[in-house]
């Protein structure tokens, strides 16, 4: 089984979010999609200053397997990205939810407003059980 951390929300597509500041967010994917994706080869990231919205894309992840989207959960602009990955992608896969993580974004209003839509740790458990 996958593992999920309590302490972040995740998105149906498979993404997670923590807020690490008043008003930044921290972003990755799920311990359950890299498994899904397999070994990961590249990424595709955003540059520092990008403006997204919720459910956009904010680039893409290539596996062995398949090339699939990220998307981010929030709104805002893009003040971090981890260019760790570019030079190694199979962070992701080694640690999603710490030296694998991808961007962060500023929001422009308060961190439950900007969440509200995202899934509890226990909601997305059961949102993976179905599809494993």
Known sequence: MSEVKDQLLYSKEHEWAEV??????????????????????????????AQVNAADSLGSIESV????????????????VNSALIDQPELVNEDPYEGGWMVEI?????AEEALENLLSAEQYKEFTEDQE
């Open 106 to 110: 500023e929001i422009e209003q308060s």
């Open 65 to 80: 397997k398949t090339v699939s989207d990220l998307y981010s959960p929030v709104k805002g602009t893009v003040t971090k």
């Open 20 to 49: 690490i500041g008043d008003r930044t967010i921290r972003i990755g994917i799920s311990d359950f999609a890299q498994h899904q994706l397999g070994d990961i080869v590249f990424l595709e990231l955003p540059e520092v200053g």
